[in-house]
């Protein structure tokens, strides 16, 4: 299955599921569903569901 990349639709912040964020303690590699429920965008603090799957 191939990586996706999921943009947060209030700020366009992008997470990229082949680099994860590793500064936030998100493995490269980790899928958008292992996130952490609790995770935040880390430009606008907005929660998991106001992310979108999108190619880039």
């Known amino acids: 299955m191939e990586y996706q990349t ?3 639709i209030l700020c366009g912040f992008v997470y990229d599921e ?3 964020l590793p500064d ?3 493995a ?3 899928r958008w ?3 952490p429920e609790e995770w935040a ?3 606008c603090g ?3 569901d106001a992310f979108q ?3 880039i």
């Open 6 to 8: 999921w943009i947060c």
């Open 18 to 20: 082949l680099q994860g």
């Open 24 to 26: 936030e303690g998100i």
């Open 28 to 30: 490269p590699g980790t």
């Open 33 to 35: 569903a292992d996130v």
């Open 41 to 43: 965008c880390p430009d």
């Open 46 to 48: 907005a929660r998991k």
């Open 53 to 55: 799957m999108t190619p």
